[in-house]
């Protein structure tokens, strides 16, 4: 699947929508109502884009096995299929 179409679904999806900037201004505020320490907040940021990335990896992992998945159901070839079918043309046009 191109990355052009990963990132669409993704961004769709709200997955690629927190930003380290976001993230930043999350622990801002949290700090300044009280609800997080001053001492914490690097920590806070840290792991909310750890969780933030791994989320992302999931949700595109799911989204390629949708992918290849629909091309099995629909009987459309993948890149891999038809790359060895060519080596396979190109080899046999040798003899």
């Known amino acids: 699947m191109s990355d052009l179409v990963k990132k669409t679904i993704l961004a769709s999806l709200g997955v690629l929508s927190l930003s380290r900037e976001k993230a930043e201004r999350l ?4 700090v300044k109502r009280g609800e997080l320490a001053k001492t914490e907040e690097a920590k806070f940021v840290k ?4 969780r933030a990335e791994k989320s992302r990896i999931e949700a595109e992992k799911r989204i390629e096995k949708i992918v290849e998945k629909t091309l099995i159901k629909l009987n459309i070839p993948t890149r891999k299929e038809l790359d060895a079918l060519k080596a396979r043309v190109d080899k046999l046009s040798k003899k």
């Open 47 to 50: 792991d909310l884009m750890e």
């Open 27 to 30: 622990a801002k505020d949290l």
